[in-house]
């Protein structure tokens, strides 16, 4: 009789749908949802109409985003893989996990094969692309037709500054502004624009979702501010980049998305110092340590030699700490050139440091146990590299109103 009332039992939870894991609370659900790895998060979205609703609510990106490993984006640079883009997770061991996702922007962006589309940028889960040609053997991507897009819903939007302009005139950029929840494509000018009658350099945003107000708008930057932006930083609603030039002392710059404003960030003490030369800002790179603005720079007379610092404090120049130091002469792993850090990547949650190193290895580093990992990543080298984490929201609900384009499925 028990084992009949027990498949009864059973019957009844298939008949009306029902499980204990469906009987927790909401809270309880999201919180074991949160700390999934996100290849798993896709095939939960087809459990039930509630985990759905659940994992696309932008509270628990938000959630995700804080308690995730690294994640990463990237795009091969050879043309046999150019047109695929990989989101690649860690676990909690800071493996490479073999399951990806793999996003072909030539069939699923419908493209077609004559179009090349090149990773700009990535923010909160949307990532950036632009068109590529070749120009006097130059690949540059061309800057009159951008595309927002979610890999992951693949769902997105077409932006047109409405002009021609290259990638070698602006620096492509896509922020989130954290308190009106709105993203906004960023266009920072690279030099001077000819068509601006007084010659100062300008910056150009555009707010998805606002499209019916406006269009893009132009905001003033002045003499000499930019600098030749590149490898920015977005950090709390705002990029970061390093001027190079001779004559800025307070060489790191931000551009505050919301309320599209230029400000300086003071760099640590030791920075400014007299003997510090135009040469030594050339090993300085930006990224972001849990939740908190990091600059890399190589030591000074030891090319195989990083130190790592972060502002405890953000605008705080005093709060600048020297916290990591990274010797690639220790260990058993051997990088074989010894040309700056790429570009930081994040924390793992055993305390590793993620980064990629000369634009060929993703290497990650223990502070505990000094030693470097190389990963491999299907063999691929040369590549295109952001820092990504998920986001399974409708890009209709984050750019409302603009025409929204879907993907082919994958």
């Known amino acids: 009789m028990a084992k009949k009332k027990a498949k009864a039992e059973k019957a009844d939870e298939k008949v009306g ?6 009987q927790l609370h909401p809270n309880i659900v999201i919180d074991i949802l949160s700390r999934l790895p996100f290849n798993t998060l896709f095939s939960c979205r087809c459990v039930c109409k509630t985990w759905l609703h659940l994992l696309v609510d932008p509270s628990f990106a938000q959630l995700y985003r804080a308690r995730a490993n690294p994640c990463i ?9 150019q047109q695929h883009l990989y989101a690649v997770h860690f676990d909690n061991r800071n493996y490479v996990r073999n399951s990806r996702v793999k996003f072909a922007t030539e069939t699923h962006l419908g493209m077609g094969c004559n179009v090349k589309l ?3 940028d990535s923010c909160n889960g949307l990532i950036l692309l632009g068109e590529m040609y070749r120009y006097q053997r130059q690949n540059l991507v061309k800057l009159d037709q951008l595309y927002v897009c979610n890999p992951i819903t693949g769902e997105f939007v077409i932006v047109r500054p409405g002009f021609n302009l290259t990638s070698s005139a602006m620096c492509p950029c896509l922020g989130f502004c954290p308190k009106s929840q709105v993203y906004k494509v960023v266009l920072l000018s690279k030099k001077k624009l ?20 406006g269009l893009w708008k132009s905001v003033n930057v002045g ?7 590149k490898n920015t930083t977005f950090l709390n609603g705002i990029i970061h980049w390093v001027v190079r030039s ?3 002392p307070q060489f790191i710059y931000s551009f505050d998305v919301e309320d599209e404003c230029f400000r300086l960030v003071p760099p640590p003490p030791e920075f400014v110092s007299p003997d510090r030369t135009t040469w030594s800002k050339w090993g300085i790179n ?17 090319f195989w030699c990083f130190h790592i610092w972060v502002m405890k404090d953000y605008g705080v120049q005093a709060s600048w700490t020297k916290t990591y130091t990274m010797d690639f002469m220790m260990g058993k792993v051997k990088l074989k050139h010894y040309s700056s850090i790429s570009q930081i990547l994040g924390l793992c949650r055993n305390g590793d440091i993620l980064f990629t190193h000369h634009r060929r290895n993703l290497v990650s580093f223990n502070p505990v146990n000094p030693s470097f990992k190389i990963h491999k990543i299907d063999k691929l080298c040369n590549f295109l590299m952001h820092p990504y984490i998920p986001n399974l929201s409708s890009l209709r609900d984050i750019a409302r109103g603009e025409p929204l384009f879907n993907a082919t499925l994958r």
Do not use: C
């Not at 009658?197 to 499209?211: A, D, I, P, R």
């Open 17 to 22: 749908g029902t499980d204990i894991i469906s």
């Open 73 to 81: 984006i990237l795009q091969p640079r050879n043309k046999n893989r």
């Open 118 to 120: 090149r990773l700009l």
């Open 194 to 213: 000819v068509a601006e009658v007084n010659n100062n350099m300008v910056t150009l945003v555009y707010t998805l979702g606002e499209k019916g107000n």
């Open 223 to 229: 003499d000499g501010l930019l600098d030749q932006p």
């Open 246 to 248: 001779h004559t800025v």
């Open 286 to 302: 930006l990224g972001v340590l849990e939740g908190r603005l990091a600059i890399v720079e190589r030591a000074k007379g030891d």
